[in-house]
Nanobody, 120 residues
Framework: QVQLVTSGGGLVQPGGSLRLSCAAS????????MGWYRQAPGKQRELVAT???????NYADSVKGRFTISRDNTKNTVYLQMGGLKPEDTAVYYC??????????????WGQGTQVTVSS
């Protein structure tokens, strides 16, 4: 079993910045892809950004140039640095981590979600 703890959400004014963190712990053998998703009220969950174990990143078009995803493999942690925030970025942000447990089973774990609100 792999647990994720997310932190860093909050209220920020348009144009501001926030950094989200998500730390994985538990029966981890490998961590492959790490990513961030978000869900706004009345909308489906959507991909924000992902990063592979090799450091290859992928971003939603709506956040390219404003958000940066990174990972610290020594801490089993993924980050999302958000800048130039817009009201339409308001959502609950979820981290997602995929890999293999010590029991050689695949896992696909989700964090508890953190609210990001962009408003003046």
């Amino acid at each position: 079993q792999v647990q994720l703890v997310t932190s860093g959400g909050g209220l920020v004014q348009p144009g501001g910045s926030l950094r989200l963190s998500c730390a994985a712990s538990g029966n981890i053998f490998t961590i492959n892809d790490m990513g961030w998703y978000r869900q706004a009220p009345g909308k489906q969950r959507e991909l924000v950004a992902t990063v592979t174990s090799g450091g290859i990143t992928n971003y939603a078009d709506s956040v390219k140039g404003r958000f940066t995803i990174s990972r610290d493999n020594t801490k089993n942690t993924v980050y999302l640095q958000m800048g130039g925030l817009k009201p339409e970025d308001t959502a609950v942000y979820y981290c997602n981590v995929r890999g293999v447990t010590k029991y050689l089973q695949n896992y696909d774990s989700w964090g508890q979600g953190t609210q990001v609100t962009v408003s003046s």
